[in-house]
């Protein structure tokens, strides 16, 4: 089946809601325990594990666990034999064991990891390390989809109950009928450069891992083209004017804390200009030489997962780490060190 | 004050209901009545009118008509003599005249609007032929948050009243603290050429206006990148595949019917592929020639309200007329008859 093909069954299958239901036996499925996500084990990549609906059904029963279409999300058509079939998200939460049972839960989150081929990890480090850039847009769109249908059970504007679609791509007042979809919005990323493009300003955020620097992002506000979302959070987080600005092209979903679509930009200032950060977003914003970056690239590449993260507090301030390789802002950083991205070529 | 200070003082008002509440009395405001913006009349250029807050006060007030916070959202910080002061968008519904009334609503209001200086007009025609990009990016602020406050009264999640922010720019839930922004969504648009860059793709959407093409567009779905987007809302409204698509650095809110922030992209396609339309979105998709988007460029600019569209059917499947100059359509589509949008650019 070719790509319009598929475009226009996923297009049916979140509308239709009987349709979706028939499919949902045959479906493949991914997991998430108590918010957390079970991946592959041990294997040289992380990757969702999935399973066949059957498969789940039974390995999660020997738990006392059960899962059907209300705590599960249409993320994709996948190929099979002659035709294609669901792939879902299904969100769970396992009860806690008796006060007196001898094993604790965490325990038993293990063990049923292992009986499920994987292990249970926080979403948020799945979507920093996970290499393959589908796998992580199917994680945004797994949690941000349980997260939108978990809230949205009553009508805004009359309060009375909301019909969700079976594929939780959206939802209809019983009443006044009006339809509601999973929102998202529209984050702007920029990596400011010096106009000699060998320096860079990079912030590290209030309450984010020790001796982590990335660049500069914030959620647009309605009615603002993307460069002045851009220009605007620059001057809300640092104090300062960018003389141009331009986007990259790249653009990555984000499921947390909020759902969120970056969009990469690039923009050029000039050095002398007094930093003032808002407190309370950052904790600092330094101008950095390319050399200096590139150590920290190199680091990251070498510690994917961050396990060697200052434990001081001096040395939390001090530029070590970059986000991990799943970030778009790992990736900018990464072609502005290797020379790719260039203010040259920035235009107002 | 400079920009740092402007978009510090506006991200204090838009959260501190006391601070901004004192400011309303040295506003200026901007003005919807039975949602129809008023507009400048017989001016060279479509603009918003502007009045102070005495004013405007005063001259409704002879008509009967009062407006306060509650029908306001705050648009903008203005320089005044020594500091800043707000600009709010205010929205008020005139009440029917009597039944034995001599004069029609429809009189009234053109009484109301020439005392004000101005006329009341539709607001999509006003998004399409303001000229100034900032009048079109207040107005669409304007628009999306009114119909935002006007919708978000419940909590979504347990039904319990919203408070609202007097900037109109949140709500919090009195009970269960949740916090709602205003909702807007990513939309691709995007020109589409055959290889050799002198053909473009255009359509005419279902219930737009006679002979008008324009570019693909749609809604950003969870989980997507932008480029996914792009891809996969040519592929559902006109069936075909892209070899290759990238982002232009143009982008632009709009608040109808679903506020958004329309992306523009280009993408290549080769012209041997079967189109075949969406038919609940789109009339027709059709291949043209540069001259041809050329001639319907320089119909639209020399009759820039549309007043001569074709009123036979077989005519309005003909390509007249692009998207008014306000339109991030138009612009699109200029720049690539003019030659500066290349598909030899683009990458995959």
């Not at 020997?62 to 034999?81: K, P, R, T």
């Not at 079939?85 to 299904?90: A, C, D, E, K």
């Not at 979403?123 to 920093?128: G, Q, S, T």
Request: glycine fraction near 4%; aromatic fraction near 6%; proline fraction near 5%.
């Amino acid at each position: 089946m070719g790509f319009v093909e598929k475009v226009r069954l996923l297009d049916y299958w979140k509308v239709q809601d009987s349709a979706l239901q028939s499919e949902f036996p045959r479906s493949r499925l991914v997991l998430m325990v108590d918010r957390r996500l079970l991946v592959t084990k041990d294997a040289p990549e992380v990757r969702m594990v999935e399973h066949s609906y059957g498969d789940l059904k039974q390995l999660l029963g020997e738990y006392g666990l059960q899962f059907d279409l209300s705590n599960s999300c249409l993320l994709d058509a996948l190929e099979a034999e002659t035709d294609m079939i669901p792939l879902f998200g299904t969100s769970i939460e396992a009860a806690d064991p008796p006060e007196d049972s001898p094993i604790s839960k965490k325990e038993v989150l293990r063990q049923l990891g292992n009986s499920l081929g994987g292990s249970f990890t926080d979403i948020r480090m799945a979507m920093l390390t996970m290499k393959e850039e589908r796998q992580r847009n199917l994680l945004a769109k797994f949690q941000s989809l349980t997260k939108w249908a978990a809230t949205y059970r009553r009508c805004p504007k009359c309060a009375a109950a909301l019909k969700m679609r079976t594929s939780k791509s959206g939802a209809e007042c019983v009443t006044c009928q009006r339809v509601y979809y999973p929102t998202f919005s529209p984050v702007s990323i920029t990596l400011i450069t010096d106009p000699t493009n060998e320096h860079a300003l990079l912030v590290r955020h209030r309450g984010s891992a020790g001796g982590v620097f990335t660049a500069v992002a914030g959620f647009a506000h309605t009615g603002e083209s993307m460069t002045e979302c851009a220009r605007r959070e620059i001057a809300e987080e640092v104090g300062i004017e960018v003389d141009s600005i331009r986007s990259l092209d790249m653009s990555q979903p984000w499921p947390m804390p909020d759902s969120s679509l970056m969009i990469a930009h690039v923009a050029v200032a000039n050095m002398d200009q007094k930093i003032s950060v808002c407190p309370d977003e950052l904790e600092t914003a330094q101008w950095f030489s390319r050399h200096q970056v590139s150590q920290a690239l190199e680091t990251t590449l070498s510690d994917p997962f961050l396990k060697n993260l200052p434990r001081t507090l001096d040395d939390r301030q001090t530029l070590h780490y970059i986000p991990p390789a799943g970030a778009i802002a790992h990736q900018m950083i990464r072609q502005w060190v290797d020379g790719k991205i260039n203010c040259h070529n920035s235009r107002m």
